[in-house]
């Protein structure tokens, strides 16, 4: 599922100068995950009217999306992994599709770097709306949600390329913490902190396997653009070359049917651990 896999670290290159000049972790084993499927004998509805009453309803939304930046002294891989309320439902004949984003975690791959993205930026962002497409293949019903480009840290026209003035006149403050953009925190060890401020214009498409087991299992395709239009400190004013990796079992969906009265960040994190995997890590190079 396209999510505006809403967030996407770019940490400039010589920031990991300061960071050992060892080689980073690897990434895990492909794919992360493989979800329960249910009962194989369970034969999916034969027509679409049943599986789109079957599909409408409130989910609970787990995504991760792998990155990797080359800009660095040393490849940087991040995993994003973001958590929210989708929901699906009927209107004029349409399934709609409505995302909700209420809190992310960024892993990097080197255990001496944080970078962190404030719940107050991710419930900032505001995908669009949009009809999605149902189709059987293979006997299996399958969900394309396609893009809805959405800005955040900026006003504007999603529809056209982000901007590139830092001094933009339809800059905002989402995070409302007094910065252009919304702020991402770094941190390298005990020595080094500060933050960057970017603006984003999110780009996500998702691919969805409608599942026996009641739930909504795919992938991520993320070509969202950034852009970093200041910093806490100057050697941090810069671009990165940040792209998704493409092996798709290393960005997973899963969307977990749940009661419609749970709506708040709050109660999601509460049921984390009951309906959704561990969060992926980064492995250890083998010597």
């Known amino acids: 599922m396209k999510k505006g896999k809403w967030l996407f670290p770019g940490l400039p290159a010589f920031l990991f100068i300061l960071i050992s000049c060892s080689g980073p972790l690897d990434w895990p084993q492909s794919p992360l995950y493989n979800f329960e499927k249910g009962k194989s004998g369970i034969t999916q509805p034969a027509d679409s009217e049943s599986v789109l009453r079957e599909i409408a309803g409130h989910y609970a939304h787990y995504d991760v999306v792998a990155y990797e930046d080359t800009t660095t002294r040393t490849i940087m891989r991040t995993f994003i992994i973001s958590y929210g309320f989708t929901d699906f439902y009927m209107e004029s004949g349409r399934l709609m599709q409505s995302d909700r984003f209420v809190h992310a975690e960024q892993k990097l791959s080197r255990k001496n770097a944080e970078s962190v993205f404030s719940d107050e930026a991710v419930q900032a962002i505001k995908p669009r709306v949009r009809e999605v497409e149902l189709f059987l293949k293979d006997g299996v019903w ?38 252009p953009g919304v702020t991402v925190q770094i941190s390298v060890g005990k020595f080094f902190r500060g933050e960057i401020y970017l603006t984003r214009r999110e780009i996500f498409s998702n691919y969805l396997t409608m599942n026996n087991n009641g739930t909504l299992s795919g992938y991520v395709i993320d070509r969202s653009e950034q ?24 960005n997973p969906v899963l969307l977990v049917k749940i009661d419609p009265e749970i709506d708040t960040p709050e109660e999601l994190m509460e049921i984390r651990n009951d309906i959704f995997p561990e969060e992926p890590e980064f492995r250890r190079r083998k010597n």
């Open 227 to 250: 852009f970093v239009v200041g910093a806490s400190k100057k050697i941090l004013n810069q671009e990165s070359n940040n792209f998704q990796h493409p092996d798709k079992g290393l």
């Open 142 to 179: 399958n969900i394309y949600s396609p893009e809805s480009p959405s800005l955040l840290g900026i006003e504007g026209d999603p529809m056209k390329p982000l901007s590139t003035d830092p001094n933009d006149p339809n800059l905002t403050d989402p995070d409302k913490d007094g910065h």
